[in-house]
């Protein structure tokens, strides 16, 4: 997920201090992307330094109001007008896992399914009974936190299904023959030893 773009994003509607803005993303995402207040400040200062942002003068209370700039609403013209590219290769913790553990000889991989499964039903449940606590029930930031909501309820019935689907092929396979060894032939490239380490 973008914070760059988002900020951006937020201040196209209009000047904001690092509070507000910080306020501004949990009011349109419920919270469910915490950012802290150090990050918001850090990632303004790049924007600025990319010019698509200028900091204002302090306010009689000391708030540094941060303005976007035409190469930042353009910006974020682009960035909403494009889709999100998802890498070609995976970095699901999940996936890697137990494609992991599926080779290593003596591992029970179906309870590490099953542990994984308990902890992903916990999860959907959990988010099954989330509900929106703040401000208008019917209102537009309601609307944005169910958006984000849904997303992860979808993603947690998807994980389940794909352990239900992981369970069954590796079902279908006998224990032996899942087990990798390590590979006898050495990887020609590697770490070349220091010289002073050799001579160690």
């Known amino acids: 997920m973008s914070v760059r773009q988002s900020l951006l994003a937020i201040l196209d509607q209009g000047p904001c201090y690092g509070y507000q803005l910080r306020a501004e993303f949990d009011r349109r995402t419920g ?3 915490p950012l802290n207040v150090g990050q ?3 990632t303004l200062e790049r924007l600025e330094r990319d010019g698509l942002v200028e900091r204002g003068e302090p306010d009689d209370q000391g708030h540094v109001y941060w303005q976007i700039t035409d190469a ?3 910006e974020v013209a682009q960035w909403l007008s494009s889709p999100v590219a998802r890498s070609k290769g ?3 913790e999940v996936s890697i896992k137990l494609a992991v553990a599926a080779t290593l000889p003596g591992v029970d991989v179906g309870s590490v399914i099953r542990t994984q499964r308990a902890a992903s039903l916990s999860q959907l449940q959990s988010l099954q ?3 929106y606590a703040d401000g208008e029930p019917d209102g537009p930031a309601e609307l944005a936190w169910s958006l984000v909501v849904d997303s992860m309820l979808f993603a947690a019935e998807a994980e389940i299904r794909w352990l239900d689907h992981t369970e ?3 079902a279908q396979h006998p224990h032996h023959a899942m ?4 590979a006898t032939e050495r990887p020609k490239r590697g770490r070349p030893a220091k010289a ?4 160690a």
């Open 31 to 33: 919270s469910t992307w």
């Open 40 to 42: 918001i400040y850090n």
């Open 72 to 74: 930042g609403s353009a």
């Open 90 to 92: 995976t970095r699901d």
């Open 129 to 131: 009974q989330t509900r």
């Open 168 to 170: 069954q092929r590796l």
């Open 179 to 182: 087990g990798l060894e390590l």
């Open 196 to 199: 002073d380490a050799r001579r």
